[in-house]
């Protein structure tokens, strides 16, 4: 199994990066952790097939994170798609995604597609499973508009991925990534303090808690990106693949 960074930029463009979204492959998974605006050029400049893509999960309702889908559903509708895809994300999604539908492409929420689109809201804590991903969501805190918020516990192929998502420091991290093969992390700022999002002083106090095998900052301000060749840590960038 793989995940490929398709992106790992914020909301700003800082770096120059393209907005949230990650790309997992294996023996029987292919799904997309969030889709950020910019999901459709990210991916075609990486050369990734899309119409294998079978579930995508959304973490929040912010466009950095979501509002590549009515790009997605355009391209599939194009593409001539026809293997059904599975979009799962926080209560509210459905409404979220009709809404973001019109609002960039008029009556396309209504277009009839050729292949079996399935929209499932997922609640904290409920595990639910998707062909062979457990998706496990946890409550995260990222301010107030633009939720529900959550950060994913996936298993698949015998490896546990963690996403903490867009989130300030918040103990549910602790169980969403404890042990993970694979924990990737907000690390918006050094270790300036703000609301809704995390510094990485903040997480780097609890790692010995989360004590995840693997760890990947993602989602950097330019605070970050100007300190990247200074860090103890591995950083995303776009195109980055990390096997499992
Ligand atoms: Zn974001
Ligand atoms: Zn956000």
Known sequence: MQLRFVGCGDALGSGGRYNTCF??????????????ASWLPALKRQGVVRDAIDLILITHFHG???????????????????????????EGIETRLTQVMEALFQNSSRTKQR???????????????????NVTPYPVVHGESGG????????AEGRVIAYSADTEWTETLIPLGRDADLFIAEA??????VKNHLSLKTLEAHLDEIR?????LTHMSD????RLDTLAYTAASDGMVVEL
């Open 23 to 36: 790309h997992v492959t294996g023996e029987g998974v292919n799904f997309l952790i969030d889709c950020g």
């Open 64 to 90: 950095d994170h979501f509002a590549g889908l009515p790009f997605l559903l355009l391209d599939a509708q194009f593409s001539r798609r026809t293997r059904p895809l599975v979009i799962a994300g926080p």
């Open 115 to 133: 292949f079996e689109l399935s929209v499932v809201a997922l609640k904290p804590g409920q595990t639910r499973t998707f062909g062979a991903v």
């Open 148 to 155: 529900p918020f959550l950060g994913y516990r996936l298993e």
């Open 188 to 193: 918006y700022y050094y270790d300036k303090i």
């Open 212 to 216: 995840a095998k693997r760890l990947v």
């Open 223 to 226: 605070d970050m990106l100007g």
